[in-house]
């Protein structure tokens, strides 16, 4: 069983950065799959971004060209690079890594002022 753990989260300022880390507790070499998701309060979870073991990423539409996603496999650690941050980003972002099966971490709040 694969245990995330986020790191990161807190309050900016808008148009601040911030930069999320997820540390796994295995190496994340033949993970086919990590990512972040957010939830914010009273709507679903959404993709963010993932990452594949190829390094192949895929992002929201909504986040393309100020956020970045990488993986460092000798970390065994995903990152999550947020610029020009909106208050509407204010959410629990959460890791998530497809490994054997689905695992999450227990999510991060990132909150952004107006």
């Known amino acids: 069983q694969v245990q995330l753990v986020e790191s990161g989260g807190g309050l900016v300022q808008a148009g601040g950065s911030l930069r999320l880390s997820c540390a796994a507790s295995?190496?994340?070499?033949?993970?086919?799959?990590m990512g972040w998701y957010r939830q914010a309060p009273g709507k679903q979870r959404e993709l963010v971004a993932v990452?594949?073991?190829?390094?192949?990423?895929t992002y929201a539409d909504s986040v393309k060209g100020r956020f970045t996603i990488s993986r460092d496999n000798a970390k065994n650690t995903v990152y999550l690079q947020m610029n020009s941050l909106k208050p509407e980003e204010t959410a629990v972002y959460y890791c998530?890594?497809?490994?054997?099966?689905?695992?999450w971490g227990k999510g991060t709040l990132v909150t952004v002022s107006s």
């Open positions: 998530y890594a497809n490994a054997r099966g689905q695992y």
């Open positions: 990452i594949s073991r190829g390094g192949v990423t």
């Open positions: 295995e190496s994340i070499f033949s993970i086919n799959v």
